[in-house]
């Protein structure tokens, strides 16, 4: 009986890192490096860029989304270093962020704006301990089980939030914003959304 | 009691390098590239070279052999599209013009990487894999495989973007199922059956 015992928890944790291969978003960033090094290459503006955020979402707009493969894309958002000289040609003189956008497993789309990411710190250096699938099973044991139509991966900015690397998904049936941390998988706040 | 003990820290680092690595297709693309960028002297640039398929199987020995999870896949091909400034076939013949190089192969068996080498042979029928990213893993996919019925074992796996007028632009595993006679395409995205074709 005790080594039957001994190998349960085991066998819980094998699931577990099975699971964080799944639809696994350090590597998404990575990629997503890439993508944007190949498209920027010849740009001679020696922009810095800081990762500030990611949002995935579905194809369907409002249907609510159960696991981490419903979401078929996925938009990065980069700061553009205010410090450095202001890309040339068509991002135009003010352009302070880019984005770039991961469809159906396919990047493309890079996008300069002019409007600063304010609300968020970087997650230029960042790893991510809990799989997507793995933040959903925590969001469906906090009770949120009817699904989600959008997931933002990012650090808040913000006095009434912990500065932690959080899941925020955006729960339409319960209209709330819930976020998971990112390394522990607890839920650590719920706020409620305008209607 | 002392074997039980002995054994827990074992299966420990056993289930977790095989889940790490089984896995990891986008590490495993990433580790691909840097090996092919060695093996053209460095000098690799992204506008020349495209990957364009991934190929799994058991071994180069036993090529049909049937596998049913991840971690059979021991044996991996991939496939670059030359576009340019590549150098050209050796010929034997000093008047024969000499073939250009088309393609790039290379190959990582049980975890090394391997036989790098240019080819002439084009590579057609699929669109690049450059800049991709699969989001579904090799073992949630071989799960939804199973749930639509082809659960006897597949002899290999491809990852591909398929560039035929019959076939949905999809980045899809393509597992070939001897059993069923079938090729049966699962969404690199969604784990969802895209299509099953007779061979």
């Given at each position: 009986m005790l080594p039957a015992l001994r190998l349960a928890p085991l066998l819980c944790a094998a699931s577990g890192l099975m699971a964080q291969?799944?639809?696994?978003l350090n590597s998404l960033v990575l990629q997503a490096s890439r993508y944007i090094a190949h498209e920027t290459?010849?740009?001679?503006?020696g922009q810095e860029l800081t990762l500030f955020r990611i949002i995935g979402t579905g194809d369907s707009g409002e249907t609510p989304m159960l696991r981490g493969?419903?979401?078929q894309v996925w938009t990065l958002i980069y700061q553009i270093d205010p410090d450095g000289a202001p890309p040339p040609?068509?991002?135009?003189?003010?352009?302070?962020s880019v984005s770039v956008q991961c469809s159906h497993g396919l990047f493309n789309t890079l996008i300069w704006s002019p409007l600063p990411v304010f609300d968020a710190k970087s997650l230029q250096w960042a790893w991510f301990a809990l799989s997507l699938d793995d933040a959903i099973a925590r969001l469906e044991r906090a009770?949120?089980?009817?699904?989600?139509t959008s997931v933002t991966l990012m650090r808040p900015m913000?006095?009434?939030?912990?500065d932690e690397c959080t899941f925020i998904f955006k729960c339409l049936p319960e209209h709330a914003y819930v976020g998971i941390s990112?390394?522990?998988?607890?839920?650590?706040w719920t706020e409620p959304f305008p209607s | 009691m002392s074997i039980a003990k002995w054994m827990i820290p074992v299966a420990c680092v056993s289930i977790s390098l095989a889940a790490q690595t089984a896995n990891d297709l986008n590490g495993l693309v990433s580790a691909a590239s840097h090996y092919v960028s060695n093996g053209m002297s460095?000098?690799?640039d992204p506008e020349t070279l495209a990957l364009s398929k991934v190929i799994g199987n058991?071994?180069?020995?036993?090529?049909?052999a049937l596998m049913?999870?991840?971690?059979?896949?021991?044996h991996w091909t991939f496939l670059y599209r030359l576009n340019s400034h590549a150098p050209t076939e050796p010929v034997q013949d000093p008047e024969a013009k000499p073939k250009p190089h088309l393609s790039v192969q290379a190959e990582c068996t049980q975890g090394v990487f391997n036989n790098f080498r240019y080819s002439s042979m084009p590579i057609t029928h699929v669109k690049s894999l450059e800049y991709t990213w699969v989001a579904v893993s090799l073992d949630n996919a071989i799960a939804n495989l199973n749930a639509n019925g082809?659960?006897?074992?597949?002899s290999s796996v491809g990852l591909q973007r398929p560039d035929l007028p019959?076939?949905?632009d999809e980045f899809v595993y393509v597992f070939t199922c001897p059993w069923e006679r079938r090729e049966v395409a699962i969404s690199c995205?969604?784990?969802?059956?895209?299509w099953s074709a007779g061979y």
């Open positions: 291969a799944s639809c696994d290459a010849g740009q001679s503006h493969a419903d979401l040609g068509q991002d135009g003189p003010d352009a302070r009770g949120h089980n009817r699904g989600f913000h006095p009434r939030y912990p990112a390394q522990t998988g607890q839920e650590l | 460095g000098a690799r058991y071994s180069t020995q036993f090529p049909d049913t999870r991840a971690t059979d896949v021991q082809f659960i006897r074992g597949f019959n076939w949905p995205q969604t784990g969802a059956m895209v």
